[in-house]
């Protein structure tokens, strides 16, 4: 393919991309806000999802590294199937992580004085990026299977350290609040 086709082809998918880049938080964050036990539903509290939802972040985290390091090593099979895998873990993240919240109560965070501070931070940074790189992850994925590998790469650089901000700072957040948890 040239580089005309390659660019059609990427554009066939920028609907979906800007579509799933709004509506994917919207939705996480209108379904954060319903609680199915306080609705009336009789479901049990998804109490034992924090720590699975913990390891897929860390699992994802390793699986992006691994990625990484297998692109570098001119292995691009092994790199697809991996960042393949690690798309179906953040997904299976979301999946757990709103689960859990529309059947369990908030947890707050006890910590006092600078880890308080130290928490927030994380937690702010966290939620911020894990919005933006939705878009990101999905013009990156776009562009290599359209065979645009150069714009890929350049993207790339930029997505990789935001989605690995995001999945290793879900594992800290859940360490910094699982002493809270009821």
Do not use: C, Q
């Not at 109490?47 to 913990?54: E, G, K, N, Q, R």
């Not at 390891?55 to 697809?80: F, G, P, Q």
Request: cysteine-free.
């Amino acid at each position: 393919m040239n580089n005309i086709e390659n660019l059609e082809n990427e554009k066939k998918y920028n609907k979906w991309i800007v579509v799933l880049s709004i509506v994917i938080p919207l939705a996480v964050a209108a379904l954060f806000g319903v609680n199915l036990r306080d609705l009336g539903y009789d479901v049990e509290p998804l109490s034992f999802l924090p720590p699975i939802y913990a390891s897929v972040n860390a699992l994802t985290s390793v699986i992006l590294i691994i990625a990484l390091i297998a692109i570098l090593k001119k292995n691009a099979k092994l790199h697809e199937r991996l960042i393949k895998f690690a798309m179906m873990l953040s997904v299976s993240f979301l999946l757990m992580y709103i689960a859990y919240h529309m059947t369990s109560d908030s947890t707050k965070f006890g910590g006092e004085g600078a880890i308080k501070y130290v928490y927030y931070f994380i937690l702010i940074t966290h939620i911020v990026l894990s919005v933006v790189v939705i878009p990101f992850v999905l013009i990156t994925y776009v562009r290599a299977i359209s065979g645009n590998f150069e714009r890929h790469k350049k993207i790339a650089k930029i997505t990789f350290p935001l989605w690995l901000y995001v999945a290793v700072t879900g594992v800290v957040i859940y360490i910094m609040i699982s002493p809270y948890y009821t």
